[in-house]
């Protein structure tokens, strides 16, 4: 059985993803798409490190900063759908969608994950108003922290070499 308040957070979560989603596909869908320009695709492990780095930083800043992590998701989740939108106008659906799989199957998941954490563990403390309740709850998410982390570092690797492998495919074949 699901208990009452893990209910109304997934609720909640579900309901506030969906609008920071929806708000950046409308604002990419206004903006002039002619302000915007593709960047060349990037691959290697420079690319791969600077790409972990980057998830490495913001798994921290969930983990760590869970007060403020509602902020955090709508630069996220909001800037992500926005940069996403303008990559299909600019680039069309089916470069776009090679440009984000097979990364983006592992890595949007991952973050709904992670950061879902960090709001339930404050959506705990304002429930209980109890800081030893949301520890615990942090302690009980420890696996979850782990295989998030696991899945970063997979989906990095990925997305650094996955242009580099796609084309090593695409030449043999």
Not at 17 to 29: E, R
Not at 56 to 76: A, R, V
Not at 129 to 140: C, D, P, R
Request: aromatic share 16%; charged share 10%.
């Amino acid at each position: 059985m699901i208990h009452k308040r893990f209910k109304c957070f997934l609720w909640y979560y579900s309901s506030y993803c969906i609008l920071l989603i929806s708000i950046g596909i409308y604002f990419g869908n206004i903006v002039n798409k002619e302000l915007f320009e593709a960047a060349p695709p990037t691959s290697g492990q420079d690319f791969m490190s600077v790409v972990l780095m980057h998830n490495l930083t913001n798994f921290g800043m969930y983990l760590l900063g869970f007060l403020f992590s509602p902020l955090f998701q709508i630069m996220d989740f909001g800037g992500s759908s926005f940069v996403i939108t303008m990559g299909f106008r600019t680039l069309g659906a089916q470069e776009a969608l090679d440009k984000l799989i097979p990364h983006g199957l592992l890595e949007f998941p991952n973050m709904l994950l992670y950061q879902g954490i960090s709001q339930y563990v404050l959506f705990t403390l304002i429930y209980t108003k109890s800081i030893k309740a949301a520890l615990g709850v942090m302690k009980k998410m420890i696996p979850y922290y782990v295989l998030s982390l696991v899945i970063l570092i997979i989906a990095a690797f990925i997305e650094g070499y996955d242009s580099l492998l796609f084309s090593i495919i695409i030449n043999n074949s």
